[in-house]
């Protein structure tokens, strides 16, 4: 699996621990704490750890289920002369009449300001697919925008 893929896995994992530890000793302790306060109908703190926990519980799943998730992506179906996941553009953005770099990235690892955009985003749905030259025509929130690829380096070449 390539490093990219690794770190992920590795930053999920990481991630499902720490809200394991909480869902399974902070929160209990917690919630014992404002137990013994009395009256549960009108504790506030009671109240407070158990929608903490119920949140902690989903947010847990879904990590759980993106892992699996993400444990079985093929990085050998990846293409290595078209854009996608792990891949680094250099656009020309018709419109603007300049460059733009991104990164694809899951939608955890997303972070527009820094140029990390993910594949399920309309720019980076827009770009799988596209190859050296190729012209891409992405519709977002913000209009239609037009993108040439300029220069492209794909997952397979960071190995």
């Not at 109908?41 to 519980?57: F, G, T």
């Amino acid at each position: 699996m390539a490093v990219v893929a690794a770190k992920i896995l590795q930053k999920l994992e990481d991630k499902i621990k720490v809200l394991e530890y909480e869902l399974h000793n902070e929160l209990p302790r917690e919630i014992k704490i404002a137990r013994e306060h009395g009256d549960l109908s009108e504790n506030a703190e009671y109240k407070a750890a158990k929608e903490r926990q119920e949140i902690v519980r989903v947010h847990l799943e879904r990590l759980k289920k993106r892992l699996t998730e993400l444990s079985m992506v093929d990085v050998s179906k990846i293409p290595r002369d078209a854009v996608g996941w792990g891949s680094r553009v250099v656009l020309y953005d018709v419109q603007a009449e300049n460059e733009v770099s991104y990164r694809l990235v899951t939608s955890e690892e997303a972070d527009v300001a820094n140029g990390l955009i993910s594949t399920t985003s309309p720019i980076g749905r827009g770009l799988l697919g596209k190859k050296l030259g190729d012209v891409a025509e992405i519709r977002t929130p913000a209009g239609t925008k037009e993108f040439e690829v300029l220069r492209l380096s794909t997952i397979h070449d960071e190995e």
